[in-house]
T-cell receptor, first 115, second 115 residues
Framework: AQSVAQPEDQVNVAEGNPLTVKCTYS??????LFWYVQYPNRGLQFLLK??????LVKGSYGFEAEFNKSQTSFHLKKPSALVSDSALYFC?????????????FGAGTRLFVKA | NAGVTQTPKFQVLKTGQSMTLQCAQD?????MSWYRQDPGMGLRLIHY???????DQGEVPNGYNVSRSTTEDFPLRLLSAAPSQTSVYFC??????????????FGPGTRLTVT
């Protein structure tokens, strides 16, 4: 069975500084990895995904994530944080090896960006 | 193109009552899922469907039923509501992924309170 861990409940960063939101995963087959963002009182929005290929993937709003197979990690990064990036971020994994669709989410990390 | 729609937005039930949360998508997506979001727990998968007539259980299926008679609709039924089912419920859809589009599109959510 697949699982996702987001070890930090909250990340605080100053505007203009780089940010990292951590995610580790466990699957038996090939991992399909996703990041989603949730703004207050809204549904989740897709940010980026890793299916195969280049380990560094770029997504919406200047975010990127690095897939590290040996560390089973998929950390979300942004070179320069904005106050408007403050939101709840979810990492998710699907087991691509089984061909199934079941997608499991982490508990979420709340990002606060201070002006 | 409305994407994923959910009704109602808010609902209050008494313990033991039953109800159906509606979800519809107009993107012709094969895959649909129901999640519940609770503080500190992230999103937990309740049930999912890989096509009309095919459903499967997720992480927390007890107390919920689903059916998928059409590609567009995926209702979630609470058989006998319990206070533990107080949560925000999200419906999501995704394409099969032949073109690499594996990400999910989420509805705006239904906030359910069971007293």
């Amino acid at each position: 069975a697949q699982s996702v861990a987001q070890p930090e409940d909250q990340v605080n960063v100053a505007e203009g500084n780089p940010l990292t939101v951590k995610c580790t995963y466990s699957v038996s087959g090939n991992p399909y990895l996703f990041w989603y963002v949730q703004y207050p009182n809204r549904g989740l929005q897709f940010l980026l995904k890793y299916i195969t290929g280049d380990n560094l993937v770029k997504g919406s709003y200047g975010f990127e994530a690095e897939f590290n197979k040996s560390q089973t990690s998929f950390h979300l990064k942004k070179p320069s944080a904005l106050v408007s990036d403050s939101a709840l971020y979810f990492c998710a994994v699907r087991d691509g090896g089984t061909g199934g669709f079941k997608t499991i989410f982490g508990a979420g990390t709340r990002l606060f960006v201070k002006a | 193109n409305a994407g994923v729609t959910q009704t109602p937005k808010f609902q209050v039930l008494k313990t033991g009552q039953s109800m159906t949360l509606q979800c519809a998508q107009d993107m012709n997506h094969e895959y649909m899922s129901w999640y519940r979001q609770d503080p500190g727990m992230g999103l937990r998968l309740i049930h999912y469907s890989v096509g009309a007539g095919i459903t499967d259980q997720g992480e927390v299926p007890n107390g919920y039923n689903v059916s998928r008679s059409t590609t567009e609709d995926f209702p979630l039924r609470l058989l006998s509501a319990a206070p533990s089912q107080t949560s925000v419920y999200f419906c999501a859809s995704s394409s099969r992924g032949a073109s690499g589009d594996y990400e999910q599109y989420f509805g705006p959510g239904t906030r359910l309170t069971v007293t």
